[in-house]
């Protein structure tokens, strides 16, 4: 009998409730909306004190909500412009579904909004109306808001090193 043994690499689900260093942010912007996963430094940055965030952060593992958003995708901030001047009581909301397919991580929000008819219908968990965008005009406005906010990469899906600055620049 042969027993094979293979050693997951990341403490995945646990990351979540922990620091992260010298890593650049995993992101969505579309139409000046920004969309990240939940995690403690997002928390402590924007100093959230809604309840429902701090829920899915406190018992993500606890509760095993990771089973069913493996990334709780947040809209962390907006970028203000024309076409989303009436959304600011979205912000820190946590994103359910896009054109009723549930959204479980950063790469279904993003190829959500990439294979988005002319109108997005965006849900958040909770009551209250859903979000509506027009696709046309958040294409028109796309290249307004990346220069207005110099904005270099519309999206971030993956962790990636924050710079290639030495480690320790006066080494003995």
Known sequence: MTVKIEFVKTAWPYLIQGHSYDVRPRYVL??????QPLNLDLLEANRSTDLRLRHFFEYF???????????VIVLANILPDPINTYL???RGGI???INGKKIRTLDDLANSFA????RIVIRMIG???PLVLDRNKVESARE???TRYNVLKEQNLEEQPGSNA????NKI
């Open 61 to 71: 593992i606890l509760e095993q909500l990771y089973l069913q958003h493996p990334d």
């Open 88 to 90: 600011a009581p979205y």
């Open 30 to 35: 579309y139409g000046g909306l920004l969309f």
């Open 115 to 118: 294979e988005a008819p002319e």
């Open 127 to 129: 009551d209250g109306p």
């Open 144 to 146: 307004r808001i990346k």
């Open 95 to 97: 994103v359910d579904e």
């Open 166 to 169: 030495p480690k320790q620049a």
